[in-house]
């Protein structure tokens, strides 16, 4: 079946702007991910839904940050006001029940490039 | 909470050789550690995982081992392909972080041919 998927792949923005990225999780799949990836660096958690709540937002890094998400399906991450930090791979993963033990699948991501 | 640490940062192996990843954790409580592989501008993909109740597990070439007392785990890929070279993650999660998984900041594997 089809996989998680992320639009838009590319984004490049003007410093101050808006951007919105979306996520669209595998069917069925009812928790759904947000992580940060500067370039040659690792993962960095953001902000995690069960169903449409958050009940994790603790890595989001300000309150340009804020996501949302349409019951157990599609999830928008905007980010306001975009500085040059921010500039990195934005993923998203997906995974089918609540709990630590679960395979996370992930999406190809959104590359944001801020100007 | 928790803390993954990962070592190497960076490894060289030569083509056939067996390349070794260590993690380390810091919360008694985790008990899923999965281990993904990134190759340069693809998504993360799960590659093998082990749980708590479990030491070793196995899948061809990769295998993974868990030692619950010291609180690491490691990644063993043995007869190294160049195909093999990419970025290795490590990731602790446990329910008692609800959904949080904790990421080793990777490591990345170059398997010269």
């Known amino acids: 079946g089809a996989g998680v998927s992320q639009s838009p792949s590319n984004k490049v923005t003007e410093k101050g702007k808006d951007v919105e990225l979306r996520c669209d999780p595998i069917s069925g799949h009812t928790a759904l991910y947000w992580y940060r990836q500067r370039l040659g660096q690792g993962l960095e958690f953001l902000i995690y839904f069960q169903g449409n709540s958050a009940p994790d937002k603790s890595g989001l890094p300000s309150d340009r940050f804020s996501a949302e998400r349409t019951g157990e399906s599609v999830s928008t991450l905007t980010i306001q006001r975009t500085q040059q930090e921010d500039s990195a791979v934005y993923l998203c993963?997906?995974?089918?029940?609540?709990?630590?033990?679960?395979?996370?699948?992930f999406g190809p991501g959104t590359r944001l490039t801020v100007l | 909470g928790e803390n993954v640490e990962q070592h190497p940062s960076t490894l060289s192996v030569q083509e056939g050789d067996s390349a070794v990843i260590k993690c380390t954790y810091s919360d008694s409580a985790s008990n899923y550690f999965p281990w993904y592989k990134q190759e340069l501008g693809k998504r993360p993909q799960l590659i093998i995982d082990i749980r708590s109740n479990v030491g070793e597990k196995k899948d061809q070439r990769i295998a993974v081992t868990l030692n619950k007392t010291a609180k690491h785990f490691s990644l063993h890929i043995t007869e190294t392909q160049p195909e093999d070279s990419a970025v290795y993650f490590c990731?602790?999660?446990?329910?008692?972080?609800?959904?949080?998984?904790?990421f080793g900041t990777g490591t990345s594997l170059t398997v010269i041919p």
């Open positions: 993963a997906s995974s089918l029940v609540s709990g630590g033990e679960n395979t996370q699948y």
């Open positions: 990731a602790a999660a446990a329910r008692a972080y609800g959904n949080q998984f904790y």
